[in-house]
T-cell receptor, first 114, second 116 residues
Framework: AQSVTQLDSQVPVFEEAPVELRCNYS??????LFWYVQYPNQGLQLLLK??????LVESINGFEAEFNKSQTSFHLRKPSVHISDTAEYFC????????????FGTGTRLLVSP | EAGVTQFPSHSVIEKGQTVTLRCDPI?????LYWYRRVMGKEIKFLLH????????ESGMPNNRFLAERTGGTYSTLKVQPAELEDSGVYFC??????????????FGPGTRLTVL
């Protein structure tokens, strides 16, 4: 079985500041890792994913996440946030190669203020 | 390409009533998933269809929940009778697992269900 921990339920930051949203997972098998984002009054959108290859993955809007196998982490970072990044961010994992479900963390609400 | 769509976007019902949620996956996606988020908690898996067959329904909370996917296209999730604890946001996701598939689930906007 898998589990995902997002320790920070809420992260307030000022615009243009850097941010890191933490995600740790537990699994007895290799996994794929995902970050999803939910903007206010919208559905879940895929932000970025790690399937294989380079452990550093990037999104089109400046976020990046690094898969660290030894620390079982997949933290999400952005060097300079915008007001429009205000949203809830969910880390999720699923076993490699299967048809299986996503296991989500509890989500981190990023609040960006001017 | 149209994304995953869900209907209705909101539903408010009385305890004991019946509600049916619908999900239309991305065209050609053979895998369809239902998830639920109860207020403030994590998004939890309910069940998984491969085409019209239930692959995994281990997350279904009880027999008041019935999911179908006739013909392997759209899916419905019926709650009968609804209880207060069924309130939450119900998400549907779809994925294409065949050649060229990316192991990525694409989510719909969700249905917010409120049981009074």
């Amino acid at each position: 079985a898998q589990s995902v921990t997002q320790l920070d339920s809420q992260v307030p930051v000022f615009e243009e500041a850097p941010v890191e949203l933490r995600c740790n997972y537990s699994s007895s098998v290799s996994v794929y890792l995902f970050w999803y984002v939910q903007y206010p009054n919208q559905g879940l959108q895929l932000l970025l994913k790690y399937l294989s290859g380079s452990t550093l993955v990037e999104s089109i809007n400046g976020f990046e996440a690094e898969f660290n196998k030894s620390q079982t982490s997949f933290h999400l970072r952005k060097p300079s946030v915008h007001i429009s990044d205000t949203a809830e961010y969910f880390c999720a994992v699923t076993p490699r190669g299967g048809f299986q479900k996503l296991v989500f963390g509890t989500g981190t609400r990023l609040l960006v203020s001017p | 390409e149209a994304g995953v769509t869900q209907f209705p976007s909101h539903s408010v019902i009385e305890k004991g009533q019946t509600v049916t949620l619908r999900c239309d996956p991305i065209s050609g996606h053979d895998n369809l998933y239902w998830y639920r988020r109860v207020m403030g908690k994590e998004i939890k898996f309910l069940l998984h269809f491969v085409k019209e067959s239930k692959q995994d329904e281990s997350g279904m909370p009880n027999n008041r929940f019935l999911a179908e996917r006739t013909g392997g296209t759209y899916s419905t999730l019926k709650v009968q009778p609804a209880e207060l604890e069924d309130s939450g946001v119900y998400f549907c996701a779809s994925k294409f697992q065949g050649p060229g598939g990316t192991d990525t689930q694409y989510f719909g906007p969700g249905t917010r269900l409120t049981v009074l």
